[in-house]
């Protein structure tokens, strides 16, 4: 299992929506922050990957959700000035979690 984490508001959903369909995600698109979890399954050939998006909001209790997971997805919205720096003390408490010292990380 892949874990989709980030701050909220930093485009975790239109991302992952963007790469089970290129087609789906426009300028017109518009999301719903997440509150609770979204399940995504990509393939891409024989490849199958299962990714649980977690709402920003969810932070506090992200760490519930580390056992059994072998990669995890770390989305900031560099165009928000504003969040860059929380999203960077938010990484760092997902990092230093002893549960994910072995889990691959994509940033």
Same mark, same amino acid.
């Given at each position: 299992m892949c874990l989709c984490l980030g701050p909220t508001?930093?485009?975790? *959903?239109?991302?992952?929506?963007?790469?089970?369909?290129?087609?789906?995600?426009?300028?017109? *698109? *518009?999301? =719903?922050? *997440?509150?609770?979890?979204?399940? &995504?399954?990509l393939r891409r050939g024989n490849i199958h990957i299962e990714i649980r998006e977690l709402g920003g909001v969810m932070a506090p209790i992200w760490p519930k959700y &580390?056992?059994?997971?072998?990669?995890?997805?770390?989305? =900031?919205?560099?165009?928000?000035?504003?969040?860059?720096?929380?999203?960077?003390?938010?990484l760092y408490t997902v990092l230093v979690d002893p549960q994910i010292k072995n889990v691959k990380r994509w940033t």
């Amino acid at each position: 299992m892949c874990l989709c984490l980030g701050p909220t508001g930093s485009g975790k *959903t239109s991302l992952l929506r963007k790469l089970q369909c290129v087609n789906v995600v426009d300028e017109t *698109t *518009t999301a =719903v922050p *997440t509150v609770g979890t979204n399940i &995504f399954h990509l393939r891409r050939g024989n490849i199958h990957i299962e990714i649980r998006e977690l709402g920003g909001v969810m932070a506090p209790i992200w760490p519930k959700y &580390f056992g059994g997971t072998n990669k995890i997805m770390y989305v =900031v919205d560099a165009s928000n000035l504003c969040q860059i720096a929380a999203a960077g003390v938010l990484l760092y408490t997902v990092l230093v979690d002893p549960q994910i010292k072995n889990v691959k990380r994509w940033t």
